[in-house]
């Protein structure tokens, strides 16, 4: 019995991480795309000088910590995913046994 439950729970809570995953990666592709855009039709913009440097070694550096972000936003809400699943499959279980 709690086989059954395990394993509806695992395939929901995979489609869950899943479409956080592809929600996340289309955030970082369209940044991406404009970045890259912005090298291909507007390079002269990216020699402009911002704080001392190029505006595009600002905006490589901003793309990398913006891939870091998302990264631990993943996590972090991967990990909440994971503890409401846990929650519920434990509820689930517990009403059964009564």
């Known amino acids: 019995m709690m086989q059954q439950y395990t394993n509806a ?5 995979f489609r869950a991480k899943l479409q956080l995953g592809i929600r996340l990666l289309l955030c970082f592709f369209s940044v991406y ?11 002269h913009w990216l020699s402009a000088p911002v704080v001392g440097v190029s505006l595009g070694l600002v905006l490589s550096v901003g793309l990398i910590i913006s891939t870091v972000v998302l990264a631990l936003a993943f996590h972090l809400l991967s990990c909440r995913i994971e503890r409401t699943f846990a929650d519920q499959l434990l509820q689930t279980v517990t009403q059964e046994k009564q």
Do not use: T
């Open 9 to 13: 729970k695992v395939d929901l809570l």
């Open 33 to 43: 795309a404009i970045f890259v855009s912005l090298h291909v039709f507007k390079p």
